[in-house]
């Protein structure tokens, strides 16, 4: 069964500084990838997505994603965050006909 | 065009009723699926359809439910509300599920039971 674990519940960095929010994820095959991000009380909008190809993948809002085959890994990277980043970011796997969903890692920003 | 539509935003409902939340897709999207939101379980998937039939259900009770509409519009249904439905239940809707298209969101319904 597929699965995805964002290790880290809840980071704080400063404003302008650079961010890293990792993803482990478990597929049998090649898998989907998805990051979405969450205002409070908001539904989900997707930051980027990787299918195949390229493993750097560019998204909204200045973030960028690296699917890393051998370490099952999908971490999201910004490299100067602003205050209206803080929110809350999920990375998910396609399942079938699903999403899989991890935790959630809480972003808060300093000024 | 109009993103996914769902309604009401808030309801409070009171323990052993039922309630039907509603979801309607981007135009020409037909698969709906259904997500619930909790502090404790995270994001879990509910159940998705495409062209009026369910394709895959999630581990929850029979108590939830749910249906699509010709139009690809979709309903929930939670019977028989226990405290731990307290939720914010996400509806996403996609052109398909094949593996390379995306899901879109919408705002959610917030659903409070006491």
């Known amino acids: 069964a597929q699965s995805v674990t964002q290790p880290d519940i809840h980071i704080t960095v400063s404003e302008g500084a650079s961010l890293e929010l990792r993803c482990n994820y478990s597929?049998?095959?090649?898998?989907?990838l998805f990051w979405y991000v969450q205002s409070p009380g908001q539904g989900l909008q997707l930051l980027l997505k990787?299918?195949?190809?390229?493993?750097l993948v560019q998204g909204i809002k200045g973030f960028e994603a690296e699917f890393k085959r051998s370490q099952s890994s999908f971490n999201l990277r910004k490299p100067s965050v602003h205050w209206s980043d803080a929110a809350e970011y999920f990375c998910?796997?396609?399942?079938?006909?699903?999403?899989?969903f991890g935790q959630g890692t809480r972003l808060t920003i300093n000024p | 065009k109009a993103g996914v539509t769902q309604t009401p935003r808030y309801l409070i409902k009171t323990r052993g009723q039922q309630v039907t939340l509603s979801c309607s897709p981007i135009?020409?999207?037909?698969?709906v699926s259904w997500y619930q939101q909790t502090p404790g379980q995270g994001l879990q998937f509910l159940f998705e359809?495409?062209?009026?039939?369910?394709?895959n259900k999630g581990n929850f009770p029979g108590r939830f439910s749910g249906r699509q509409f010709s139009n690809s519009r979709s309903e929930m249904n939670v019977s028989t509300l226990e405290l731990g439905d307290s939720a914010l239940y996400l509806c996403?809707?996609?052109?398909?599920?094949?593996?390379?298209?995306?899901?879109?969101f919408g705002q959610g319904t917030r659903l409070t039971v006491v």
């Open positions: 998910a796997v396609q399942g079938a006909q699903k999403l899989v």
């Open positions: 135009s020409g999207h037909r698969s």
């Open positions: 597929y049998g095959a090649t898998p989907y």
């Open positions: 990787y299918f195949s190809g390229d493993t």
């Open positions: 996403a809707s996609s052109l398909d599920h094949p593996r390379d298209t995306e899901a879109f």
């Open positions: 359809y495409f062209s009026e039939t369910q394709r």
